[in-house]
């Protein structure tokens, strides 16, 4: 640092300058400090030997410089100065935190591998730095994501072009990234993969089908070509294999072939796994499959779909056991007509077993009852009944006044069973009552009647027989699965794709793999105390404000979740001002971490 002196005709100004590097690594000089005018200088250093004292505060700065310690900084604002045009000065900071996980699982030497076997020249380890950070915090399209990583803090300095090659090249590696993140993660974290829970969802494109992009069954009922993605969860809820397929892939034929592909490259034949899924993989392949190599499983059975006697002996209200409890045997119906007992019960999961035999493997039935489901089911279908008949009273109304055949609404039966329209039936009459063509709907509350004798109760099948603990634990984590497809589709926006190749489109997935597991990791190391919302826009709040050649103003709100995810990443980045040798500080232990 050394002092500047600038004279006029008029005035003599005086400023401390300093060279220091950027953040890309270029080096420049800025103005430290502005001390102003002789009058200033003398009201801060007194009237004797001013200069003098001036170069003491030079020489302590430097001597602080060179022991390594953070300066304290001044700013000074010129309130009739305009900003520099068409110059970033707000930034992300919320990626600082990601990162950290980002280096602790490897993925960057997972990039140097593969930039290492087709030898190309840009950074693919920045370019998927900036996909995965971007798909947490702010999930959008490439093009924008593109232009959302100059707003991260750091040097990630790439071509829009090198966005859509890199999502070619993650594509050809997709199983050697899976592999390789499993094996880095059993470095950093005890593995639970004893139990397995499998599950496939899709997504829509609007777009014409093609060879990749084919139409199927919908879950979300889009009439659109559909992408196929079947995800692997392991106990602890993080993602354990992946596999993407054209939209018309029967669910049933995914599952096999990618568990082949991971007990082998994850070296896990011969382990006493549990595979857990729901009733559209139950097919007698997907069993008998898991049936060896002292693998199990564990599949949802739809108790509507049992034969009427094993239904009539899973709806008896008697002979029910608690966990824990081998003598005592309990009436549903005693119990539901007893208020104080309902309570005392009321979180309880009451089960009975029996044996199912079919064509080839004998297997265990298990039904499970919780009054807390059961009206948890009831509130959800009251609801769904109720906007069947919203919808019912403003189709009839609108028809009735309908005068051309044309504008007559139909409303599509469905029997999607989370779908309100399945409660609506249609009738065509005439004013005698005859059947005739005009269209009126009403509701069908025997429907409802029957659906709700089926509240509270739950059914599987499984080959773990005498192992009923097992059975209702494997059960009760069945929601970790659905909760991260939800963080997948929801708040990691997933089905915003915007690519048409189908190698792209399969980069794109495995980025939302990775951010996937990067969120899971960081909930988990917060000890699951906050929601995927709470962190989320914690870190989509996370921003900086740039003061050339001082350093970022952090500009969010500093709370406990904030405090939290500072001492999970080692180095606060929410003092009054962060400096570029603090910010380089942080990315250098994040690389030097692993």
């Known amino acids: 640092m050394r002092l500047k002196k600038t004279v006029t005709k008029s005035n003599t100004t005086y400023c401390i300058i300093w060279d220091y590097n950027k953040l890309n690594g270029k080096r420049t000089t800025g103005v430290y400090e502005a001390l102003g005018n002789e009058q200033k200088l003398i009201e801060r250093f007194g009237p004797e030997n001013t200069i003098d004292k001036v170069y003491e505060y030079i020489n302590s700065l430097n001597a602080m410089e060179k022991e390594n310690k953070e300066k304290p900084i001044s700013l000074t604002l010129n309130p009739n100065k305009q900003i520099e045009k068409d110059v970033d000065r707000s930034f992300f900071s919320g990626h600082l935190i990601l990162r950290k996980i980002y280096y602790d699982l490897e993925i960057n030497k997972i990039c140097d591998l593969i930039k290492s076997k087709y030898h190309f020249e840009f950074d693919l380890n920045k370019v998927v730095e900036c996909l995965v950070f971007a798909r947490i915090i702010w999930p959008s399209s490439k093009l924008s994501t593109y232009s959302q990583s100059r707003r991260f803090i750091g040097n990630y300095d790439f071509d829009i072009q090198h966005v859509y090659r890199s999502l070619g090249y993650l594509a050809k590696e997709i199983n050697t990234i899976q592999t390789e993140l499993f094996n880095n993660s059993n470095k950093l974290l005890n593995r639970n993969y004893k139990v397995i829970y499998y599950d496939c969802t899709n997504y829509f494109f609007y777009t014409e089908e093609d060879k990749f992009r084919k139409y199927g ?49 994850y070296n896990l034949d011969g ?67 007893n208020e104080d007992l309902r309570k005392q019960y009321y979180e309880t999961i009451f089960y009975k077993e029996t044996e199912k035999e079919n064509d080839t493997l004998k297997e265990g039935l298990i039904i499970t009852f919780s009054f807390k489901y059961q009206d948890y089911q009831h509130v959800i279908k009251s609801r769904q009944f109720e906007r069947a008949i919203n919808l019912v009273e403003e189709t009839n109304k609108k028809n009735k006044e309908a005068t051309n055949k044309k504008d007559i609404t139909k409303i599509k039966k469905s029997v999607n069973p989370n779908d309100p329209k399945r409660f609506i039936k249609e009738i065509r009459t005439t004013d005698t009552g005859e059947i005739a063509s005009n269209i009126e709907y009403m509701v069908d509350k025997e429907m409802l009647e029957h659906e709700e004798k089926y509240n509270g109760f739950y059914g599987i099948t499984t080959n773990l027989i005498d192992d009923t603990p097992t059975i209702v634990k494997v059960l009760h984590n069945k929601w970790e699965i659905e909760e991260s497809f939800r963080i997948m589709k929801d708040e990691l926006d997933a089905g915003t794709v915007y690519l048409s190749r189908e190698d792209r489109i399969k980069g794109h997935f495995i980025v939302c793999y990775l951010a996937l597991f990067i969120y899971r990791y960081l909930e988990h190391q917060l000890n699951d105390k906050y929601t995927v919302h709470q962190l989320v826009h914690a870190l989509q709040e996370m921003k900086m404000l740039e003061f050339k050649g001082k350093g970022f103003v952090p500009v969010q709100n500093r709370n406990d979740l904030t405090d939290d995810l500072h001492v999970f990443l080692g180095i606060s980045t929410d003092t009054e001002i962060v400096t570029y040798k603090k910010i380089k500080k942080i990315f250098k232990a994040t690389e030097n971490h692993n």
């Not at 009733?279 to 499959?289: D, G, P, V």
């Not at 199990?296 to 709806?315: D, M, P, R, V």
Request: net charge negative.
């Open 217 to 265: 069954i919908s879950k979300q009922h889009q009439p659109h070509p559909l992408v196929q993605m079947g995800l692997f969860m392991d106990a602890d809820g993080y993602p354990f294999a992946m596999n993407i397929n054209p939209g018309n892939t029967s669910e049933t034929k995914t599952l096999i072939p990618t568990e082949k592909n991971f007990l082998s490259k």
């Open 271 to 337: 382990r006493n796994l549990i595979m857990c899924t729901d009733s559209a993989m139950s097919s007698e392949e997907i069993k008998s499959f898991n049936s060896q190599g002292g693998r199990g499983y564990i599949i949802t059975q739809s108790i509507k779909k049992l034969s009427n006697e094993l239904q009539e002996y899973a709806l008896d209200m008697t002979g029910w056991r608690i966990l824990g409890n081998i003598y005592d045997i309990y009436n549903l119906d005693e119990i539901n007509r």
